[in-house]
């Protein structure tokens, strides 16, 4: 059973459509993972949600997450 070049193509892009939510939602798992606070872990969240799009942002999350 060989996939078609559109089956591949499908994948690839599910795949990738996976990958770049994990990588937008990394500051959210890193801020539960951190014991940061329920309102905290909620801005961190919608920053990322918001933000995400936009390498400065999704950095400023990401950093809010991590910090003590």
Same mark, same amino acid.
């Given at each position: 059973?060989?996939?078609?070049?559109?089956?591949?193509? *499908?994948?690839? &892009? *599910? /795949?990738?459509?996976? $990958?770049?939510? $994990?990588?937008? #939602?990394?500051?959210? &798992? #890193?801020?539960?993972?951190?014991?940061k606070g329920k309102?905290?872990?909620?801005?961190?969240r919608v920053a990322?949600? /918001?933000?995400?799009?936009?390498? *400065?942002?999704? #950095? #400023? $999350?990401?950093?809010? $997450? /991590?910090?003590?």
């Open positions: 059973m060989a996939l078609s070049p559109e089956q591949i193509l *499908i994948i690839k &892009y *599910i /795949v990738a459509g996976l $990958a770049l939510c $994990a990588i937008i #939602l990394a500051p959210a &798992y #890193l801020a539960a993972k951190n014991d309102a905290d872990a909620m801005r961190i990322s949600w /918001v933000f995400g799009w936009t390498g *400065i942002g999704w #950095l #400023l $999350a990401l950093f809010w $997450a /991590v910090k003590k």
